[in-house]
């Protein structure tokens, strides 16, 4: 009986699922930064994009950068997996969640309760204290002082904005460093060329007139005027005044931190974000400042990291 051979059916192959991800954005003066993770909570992408606050929402051209941002950031995303949750934490964000979680939405194509917008310091905080636990100081381009307490109720000191404080931050450091500068030109001009400050600070503007001076300050980002910070700190070891700024920084995350030690006991404090970075006085004169009793420590916070893995706890509670 003759029988029929059929060539053996290869093999099956199996398609592996996109995976699903949390997406946490954490934005800054100087840059955003973000952090993918999966639901197991393991980081599986990050990078960095243009910086942004919740000022930006003041005005039609920054809502039109808000929505490039975010929109970058749905890209981006959708070349890891499938996104399903975002956590965002905006600085200088009050709490006015409606509109920003609606156009997030939108943007990322996903329910609004898959989208959950708060402050970035709220964020930064869990990233280094347990509720209840601490105080956290951070200083980037601006200052704040944050403490979430047993109940998970946020409190503040300080954060109130450049034009109103700011104290210790990357702009206020620039703008103590330029009215140091201009006033002294107004009594002796070209005494910049003796300063190291002067000559440092000049150099990233682009000129040493007054002109040039006036363009940076009044058009340029927020963002980008707190970066003049790196050349006080690069004038430091020789210029005096360049010291003082930022010893007088410290001094002024200082008073954060006691606030909140007045407010609701003495607990630990941790000092973050990039000012720290600087130049070692800044937490030298940070801890100078404090009562003695008070425990005090510096911390490296990754906050889009750790917002990336509370959007992925939310993917787990969603049973994705």
């Keep these: 009986m003759n029988s029929t051979h059929h060539p053996p059916s290869p093999p099956v192959r199996e398609i ?35 910086g942004l606050s919740a000022l930006y929402f003041n005005s039609l051209e920054g809502k ?62 869990l990233d280094i204290f347990r509720p209840g636990t601490g105080y956290l100081i951070y200083a980037g381009t601006g200052s704040i002082a944050a403490y979430i307490d047993e109940h998970a109720k946020f409190h503040r000191a300080g954060g109130r904005g450049y034009l109103l404080d700011d104290g210790g931050g990357g702009f206020w450091i620039a703008r103590e460093a330029l009215r ?18 002067g000559r440092n600070i000049f150099q990233l503007i682009g ?5 040039h001076s006036r363009e ?30 930022l010893r007088r920084a410290g001094g002024e995350l200082a008073r954060l931190g006691i606030a909140m030690c007045k407010r609701f006991g003495n607990k630990p404090i941790a000092l973050s974000g990039r000012v720290q970075e600087l130049h070692p ?37 969603l049973s994705l």
């Design 16 to 50: 592996s699922t996109p995976p699903h991800l949390g997406l946490g954005i954490d934005t800054g003066g100087t840059q955003t930064r973000w952090a993918l993770a999966g639901v197991d909570e393991e980081i599986i992408a990050s990078g960095t994009a243009e």
């Design 64 to 125: 039109n950068t808000f929505q490039q941002v975010f929109s970058g950031l749905a890209a981006t995303a959708g070349t890891h997996g499938i996104l399903q949750t975002v956590r965002a934490g905006i600085t200088g964000f009050g709490g006015e969640v409606g509109n920003l979680q609606s156009m997030l939405a939108k943007i990322f194509d996903l329910p609004e309760h898959h989208i959950r917008v708060g402050n970035d310091i709220e964020i930064a905080y």
């Design 180 to 197: 140091h500068i201009w006033r002294l030109e107004d009594e002796q001009p070209e005494l910049w060329r003796e300063s190291a400050l």
């Design 207 to 211: 000129g040493n007139d007054w002109s």
């Design 216 to 245: 940076f300050i009044y058009q340029r980002s927020r963002g980008d005027i707190g970066k003049l910070a790196l050349a006080v700190a690069s004038a430091a070891e020789s210029d005096e005044v360049a010291l003082d700024i």
């Design 281 to 317: 006085i800044i937490a030298e004169s940070l801890k100078q400042h404090l009562p003695p009793e008070i425990s005090f420590r510096q911390s490296t916070c990754h906050a889009h990291f750790s917002a990336a893995r509370l959007a992925a706890r939310q993917l787990q509670s």
